[in-house]
């Protein structure tokens, strides 16, 4: 790898010499797109000028991309996000973004005390969450996707058990967000980078096209 400069184009670099599996990648990218929608909104909460509002919404979409980038060769809890924090400490990469990483892991012992860390821990879950959602939708489509219809799977125990429920519901709250207004607004996020994520409506397209989360019928 050459200079570092820290950027979305660096962290897509480093996830995907790490990553194989498409729906991780896939992850990555939803997170990322709920994390700079995120991003945007703090920025202008903040009142900070153009340049700094890219520049907070690429610290968040970086965030998004890399919290997972050490999870398919170490997954397990004594290695995922501890060996990532280290490579992503000796390239350099800045402490905010990796010390929000570490809090996205409730297990490593790591506080969410900036609105970054909330934020990653709120859209984490969720954005696996509304995928999943999503492709079981005949459509597969995100645009299919509501408040209501994420209300009512997050009661159903047998859907898309890998998610935390209780985590999704603990974020909104940490970012001091409504549920409905932060499901609401990731839905959206999601929406508007639907392409990158297969889920604009590929009903049409091969199979192979698309390596679904959870899928409960065919
Ligand atoms: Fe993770
Ligand atoms: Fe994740």
Known sequence: MGAINYTRGDAWALLIEYTQSTSLLKHALAVEACMGAHGEQQASVLGLSADQQTSLSETYRITGLLHDFDYEKYPSAEQHPFVGNKILAQQGWPEEIREAIMGHAQYSGVARTS??????????????????????????????????????????????????REDIVAGAHELGLELDVHIDFCIAAMRSHAHALG????????????????????
Do not use: W, Y
Not at 125 to 143: D, H, M, N, Q, Y
Not at 199 to 217: N, Q
């Open 115 to 164: 609105h970054l860390a909330k934020a990653l821990f709120a859209c984490d879950e969720l954005a696996g969450f509304l995928t999943a959602v999503a492709l079981v939708k005949p459509t597969k489509s995100i645009f299919d996707v509501n408040v209501a219809s994420v209300r009512k799977k997050m009661k159903d125990k047998g859907f898309a058990r890998g998610v935390q």
């Open 199 to 218: 889920l604009h409506g590929s009903a049409a397209l091969p199979p192979s096209d698309v390596t679904p989360i959870s899928r409960s019928t065919g």
